[in-house]
């Protein structure tokens, strides 16, 4: 069983919908949690960078911790054709502590 | 944050031969890490790039073959040596400004051997 678990998709939804994406883990000593995303043919961008359980709001995009459950999501509003790309979640132990990825879900939003 | 620059973006390479990927941060940064990524995976991490000292490997990498320089706080080098068709990959840089912050990444090398 891997350490990080993420549904690789692809998930199609349309234009407008809300997107939820979803990491299950298995270490309980995680404590940092992020989220990227890549676009083809370039790096990984961070979109959120949250620290324990707990939610983070960043205008379209919020980031859940469910310690408890072991269970990360991402959510996206009004989500638009630009935001089609792989989003990669990854967390750590701590903050000298290796960063370990999931296998990254390919998003795409139909016009 | 950090403007992360890679060079070269892309090479196709020769079984045999040694290339060196440069990255240079416009800002000083406490960590630099070299990543690989297969087309359509995940990020492994090859080393953490330390200034002043050797790089930290991780299990499955090695010196001889991924030799890494950083002179300073803001560049770092990554070398594939010997190389043959298993290295062609995206190699990956990133870097965090402290031990408490999360990791920014450049764009990456596009490698090709043939």
């Known amino acids: 069983q891997k350490e990080v678990e993420q549904d690789p998709g692809p998930l199609s939804v349309p234009e407008g919908a809300i997107v939820s994406l979803n990491c299950t883990y298995s270490?309980?000593?995680?404590?940092?949690f992020m989220w990227y995303r890549q676009y083809s043919r370039k790096g990984p961008e961070l979109l959120m960078y949250?620290?324990s359980s707990g939610n983070k709001e960043d205008g379209r995009f919020t980031a859940q911790v469910d310690k408890s459950s072991k269970y990360i999501s991402l959510f996206i509003r009004d989500s638009q054709p630009s935001d089609s790309a792989t989003y990669l979640c990854?967390?750590?132990?701590?903050?000298?502590?290796?960063?370990?990825w999931g296998a990254g879900t390919k998003l795409i939003i139909k016009p | 944050s950090a403007v992360i620059s890679q060079k070269p973006s892309r090479d196709i390479c020769q079984r045999g031969t040694s290339l060196t990927i440069q990255c240079q941060v416009d800002s000083q940064v406490t960590m630099m890490f070299w990543y690989r990524q297969q087309p359509g995976q995940s990020l492994t991490l090859i080393a953490t790039a330390n200034q002043g000292s050797e790089a930290t490997y991780e299990s499955g990498f090695v010196i001889d073959k991924f030799p890494i320089s950083r002179p300073n706080l803001t560049f770092s080098t990554l070398t594939v040596s010997n190389m043959s068709p298993e290295d062609s990959s995206i190699y990956l840089c990133s870097v965090a400004r402290g031990t408490d912050q999360p990791q920014h990444f450049g764009d990456g090398t596009r490698l090709s051997i043939l």
């Open positions: 270490n309980s000593a995680f404590q940092y």
């Open positions: 990854a967390m750590s132990e701590g903050s000298n502590y290796q960063l370990i």
């Open positions: 949250t620290y």
